[in-house]
């Protein structure tokens, strides 16, 4: 039997449907379900069998790779992408979970549950409320340019817009840094703009096998881990979810979850409150408190690059100065006191003038120069560019959120106290005094070290030229001798930087706080050589941050619910897909696919759709229908997906001949049976649709595979208005083909052939007036 033969036999028309736009090979076998479209982009993600995680454009070039570096025993479990596509989420089986920069695959965030005990990734979901935003804005009516309207934004300005924009940091931050790429700065930092996407919100949503979940808002801004079962007591402790899909307000969540034990699947929904009771405020507070934790770990890394530059043109000089160090001690002497004589008599002692002619010498001047100058210029450009305008910015977040906690109406439901931010804005105080400290400190021994160099270079020439009479006297270098001793006296021997480099200083910061110390005043009223320097600063800000945000992280925490669970299944599914549809007109329909499996008798499939309704804020499914969808007898399914609020495709395999389909069918004009009321059973709702009648979704479009050539096994679309496409992956997990969700080879063909009709006639009409 051929491919065709066995598509005739299950009762559907033969077309030659989704016609392919590139057919090419992966660099590593992909594995099963782990394939994505871009929501945005013609980009498709995919993990390997090695773990490591690729990005394809969609003529097969690879944009970048992720390579597996987190242990042998660690892998990719799951990845969702962020619904405009700039950022994609890879969570792994040590229950992390990473953010990438889909410009160039960079590390951006790292989740990890504040609790111990997560465990492997079984759920991820990304979802924003920009659909619902836009459709919001399209019901109101238009603004004109009045003078309230002019006056509401005046006082809506974002004042960091208009500061200058950050800039990258160099290589000396490290190759995990997340600043080095422009784009990743522009995208976290620079163009994130308080009124840029209005009250765009977005939800991840991370869950574990051992029933725990972990809402995040913009990625990076932690509400805290949750059990399912302390949301909802009917639930076994354990219950994993497995599907999710969320209304266009992310006000409401369809789940699927796992029975702990039993592996029952079960229904809910699950109710994120804090969206609409803080509305706007939620906004701001997530938005703000990102960009601040943005710009603290952008002050992070240049606080790194700012100990490698010093580390690398101090390590050089030390090099050099104790070895003339251990000659100096040994005389009764030390550094400093040899170059005070050289420059006072201009006759160094004999150890002194080895040091000078054998172990320095002209090459190794030229050498110490170049890398302290460098290094001199590059610390005050990092503390000028980078560190004292994160400082401005991170001024800003804090004075906008304490604003925020001042006002009762947003400040207390929220859980955020005005004096918290006070102690951030203090902090932030103490690090732009150091950090004007430490570059008036840089500026002052660059001077020094210009001037002592200018010397040493003078000096080093004159021991190594040999006197002659007849010779024209040297120019006069302009040796400004007051400077290059007090060189000598205060920086040869060890940097003045040094005391903003300390690391681990006792008493630490948080003794000084304990005493009720003010942390700003602290380092404008004492000498910076005894306090903790510049890195221990930045943690502390960071910790304090943290436990800043403890407060409303726990308030939201208190508003999210989880309704009463509805058996679907007491039984194994094999595929079950989940898709949402909400309109804003009626309420949402969760649609969702089950599959069973190989069936002793016909095989079937179950669409369900699940009418949600809320109550009080509440949310639960009002009605649930069901169709039994029938499944050729000769063919197992292998992989489905919805595509749209219409649509879903399938991936059908013939074991007799190996041969292989891709069909998409229309679901949402089945009839539905909506007898089911699990309030008044106990029965499941698969028991339930055994007693329906067997009916076919109608195919809309559909491609055969001969098995000798190719087989197809799993599936991944993107079927949003922007770019409905599709890729198909082989059973040998390598080659793909790339297809148009909407057009067929036969429209191709009829386009060709109308356009030879076309040539024909015209040639005929030449002819015809010839």
């Known amino acids: ?79 969702c992408w962020r619904p405009d596509g700039k950022m994609l989420a890879i969570a792994y089986s040590d229950g992390s979970t990473r953010i990438h920069d889909v410009n160039n695959g960079k590390p951006i965030h790292c989740i990890v549950s504040e609790t111990p005990g997560f465990g492997q990734v079984s759920c991820l979901g990304w979802f924003d409320n920009r659909e619902g935003m836009a459709a919001t804005r399209r019901l109101m009516p238009p603004q004109g340019s009045s003078e309230e309207c002019s006056m509401d934004s005046l006082f809506d300005l974002d004042i960091a817009a208009m500061l200058p924009r950050l800039s990258a940091l160099g ?29 765009v919100l977005d939800i991840l949503v991370i869950a574990d096998e051992n029933g725990n979940i972990i809402i995040n808002i913009f990625e990076s801004f932690l509400i805290g881990t949750m059990s399912l079962s302390s949301l909802c007591h009917q639930l076994t402790p354990g219950s994993k979810l497995i599907r999710q899909a969320a209304t266009r307000d992310l006000t409401t969540q369809a789940l699927l979850l796992s029975e702990s034990g039993t592996g029952k699947l079960l229904f809910s ?6 969206i609409q009771q803080f509305g706007r405020y939620l906004f701001q507070l997530a938005s703000t408190s990102t960009r601040a934790q943005s710009l603290i770990k952008y002050m992070r890394e240049t606080m790194a690059s700012i100990e490698t530059e010093f580390k690398t043109m101090n390590d050089l000089q030390q090099k050099y100065i104790n070895i003339i160090a251990e000659d100096a001690e040994k005389a009764g002497s030390n550094v400093s006191l040899e170059f005070f004589e050289f420059l006072v008599t201009a006759g160094p002692s004999p150890y002194f003038k080895e040091w000078l002619m054998d172990t320095l010498g002209e090459r190794g001047q030229k050498r110490w120069e170049k890398s302290s ?41 929220l859980g955020l106290e005005a004096d918290d931010f ?17 570059l008036m400190a840089i500026n002052r021994e660059l001077d020094h070290y210009k001037a002592f160099m200018n010397w040493l270079r003078h000096a080093l020439d004159q021991l190594a030229t040999i006197i002659n009479i007849d010779d024209k006297p040297a120019e006069d270098p302009q040796v400004d001798t007051l400077k290059v001793m007090e060189y000598c006296e205060k920086y040869v021997a060890q940097s003045s930087l040094l005391p903003f480099m300390k690391r681990g200083t006792e008493p630490g910061l948080n003794s000084y706080k304990e005493r009720g110390e003010n942390i700003g005043d602290l380092y404008s009223k004492n000498k910076a050589k005894d306090l903790p320097g510049l890195t221990d600063l930045n943690e502390y800000l960071e910790n304090l941050c943290k436990a800043v945000f403890a407060k409303p992280q726990q308030s939201m925490r208190q508003q999210v619910r989880l309704s009463k669970p509805i058996l679907f299944s007491e039984d194994e599914i094999i595929h079950k897909e989940m898709w949402m549809v909400d309109n804003g007109k009626k309420a949402p329909l969760a649609y969702m696919f089950l599959y069973p499996g190989n069936q002793e008798e016909a095989k079937y499939a179950l669409v369900v759709r699940t009418e949600i309704k809320t109550f009080g804020g509440l949310s639960s499914a009002s009605k649930i229908c069901c169709a039994k969808v029938a499944i050729p007898k000769d063919l197992d399914l292998q992989d489905v997906r919805f595509i749209d609020d219409n649509s879903l495709i399938m991936v059908l395999y013939d074991k007799r001949n190996k041969s292989g389909e891709l069909m998409s069918a229309d679901y949402i004009n089945l009839e539905f049976d909506d007898g089911f009321i699990p309030y008044k059973t106990t029965e499941s709702l698969t028991s339930y649709s055994k007693n329906l009648k067997m009916q076919k979704m109608s195919q809309i479009a559909v491609r055969s595979y001969e098995g000798n050539k190719w087989t197809p096994s799993q599936v991944v679309v993107n079927g949003s208005e922007r770019r409905r496409i599709g890729c198909v992956i082989a059973t040998d997990k390598m080659n793909y083909t790339v297809f148009d969700l909407d057009h067929d080879e036969y429209e191709e063909e009829e386009t060709e052939e109308e356009a030879d009709v076309d040539t024909e006639e015209e040639g005929t009409m030449e002819m015809d007036d010839e």
């Not at 929904?269 to 804090?274: A, W, Y």
Request: glycine share 6%; with cysteine.
């Open 373 to 413: 100058i460098t290094g001199y210029e590059t610390l005050r450009k990092l503390v000028h560019e980078n560190l004292l305008p994160t400082c401005e910015r991170l001024s800003l977040c804090f004075s906008r959120l304490r604003g925020l906690a001042r006002w009762k109406e947003s400040g207390s439901p």
């Open 422 to 438: 006070t102690r951030c804005l203090e902090v932030v105080s103490a690090i732009t005094f150091f950090a004007h400290e430490f």
């Open 1 to 79: 039997m051929t491919a065709n033969n066995s598509a005739a036999e299950s009762g559907y028309a033969q077309t030659r449907g989704f016609h392919p736009l590139h057919t090419n090979k992966f660099l590593g076998s992909v594995r099963p379900g782990l394939a994505a479209w871009s929501p945005m982009l013609d980009l498709i993600v995919v993990a390997t069998t090695h773990d490591n995680v690729h990005l394809y454009r969609i003529n097969g070039q690879r944009v970048w790779a992720v390579s597996h570096r987190l242990g042998s025993d660690v892998q990719v479990q799951h990845f």
């Open 171 to 199: 290589s000396s931050a490290g190759p995990e840094s997340t600043f080095s790429s422009k784009a990743t700065l522009d995208s976290l930092i620079n163009n994130v703009s308080k009124s840029k996407e209005g009250n």
């Open 269 to 274: 929904t699950m109710d994120i409150l804090f």
